[in-house]
């Protein structure tokens, strides 16, 4: 019975780390993804398994602001921020495929390499880490280094939005694998920035729509002062 006990954080800990390869996979599929409605849904999916990583986490190391950080995740990234994507691109009818700057294959070589970036970048620091999921800080910094490629590789603007919230996202999971989260204040004010920020960037984007008839970024190359 005691061996029984002993084995549970080790399970959790194994748990966690499938979460994170899941994280990661979900970076790779947004990074292959043509059509927006379904990078939302992926990066819906993302929301999912960092709530299920930080509520693990929390209850393995017994940090229970983790759960206060899991269920502003839930509400945030699960439901609001989808939902508010939903109804930004049935306002702008922007269903179509997404154009991206390189092919699928090309793309994808270049995220394998970043991958493989990431891991060498993560371990001296992971090998100093005492925390129980010390090998997932490769994958983080994977997440974040995809979707920032994901931003560079897009040429609308809704992808790179999705992009930026996909990155924040590896960031967090960075932040709760290895320090065990952030202070909630520091949490909530993360939190409100994202919020604001995509309603800033959502009337960025009606702007781009009604002046070019386009969400194409490379559009404002052209903008000149008077």
């Known amino acids: 019975m005691a061996s029984h006990f002993l084995n549970i954080p080790t399970l959790i800990g194994q748990i966690i780390n499938l979460l994170a390869s899941i994280l990661l996979i979900l970076s790779f599929a947004m990074l292959s993804q ?34 206060y950080s899991a269920a502003l995740t839930l509400v945030l990234k699960v439901i609001l921020i989808p939902i ?29 390499g970043v991958v493989i970036l990431s891991f060498y970048l993560a371990s001296p620091i ?6 129980i999921v010390h090998s997932t800080l490769g994958i983080a910094l994977a997440c974040v280094l995809l979707s920032f490629m994901m931003m560079i590789a897009r040429s609308k603007a809704v992808p790179q939005v999705i992009g930026f919230l996909s990155m924040e996202n590896g960031l967090f999971f960075a932040a709760t694998a290895t320090v065990y989260g952030m202070p909630m204040v520091v949490e909530l004010g993360i939190a409100l920035d994202v919020l604001v920020g995509i309603l800033i960037l959502g009337v960025f984007m009606f702007q781009i729509r009604e002046r070019f008839d386009s969400l194409d970024v490379h559009h404002l190359e052209t903008l000149k002062e008077d």
């Open 34 to 67: 043509r059509r927006i409605l379904s990078l939302i849904h992926l990066y819906m999916f993302q929301g999912m398994a960092l709530v299920a990583a930080t509520l693990l986490i929390g209850y393995t190391t017994d940090q229970p602001h983790l759960y």
């Open 84 to 112: 508010l994507l939903h109804r930004l691109i049935n306002r702008l009818n922007v269903r179509w495929d997404v154009e991206t700057l390189l092919n699928i294959p090309t793309t994808m070589l270049i995220g394998i």
């Open 126 to 131: 992971s090998r100093l880490s005492a925390t």
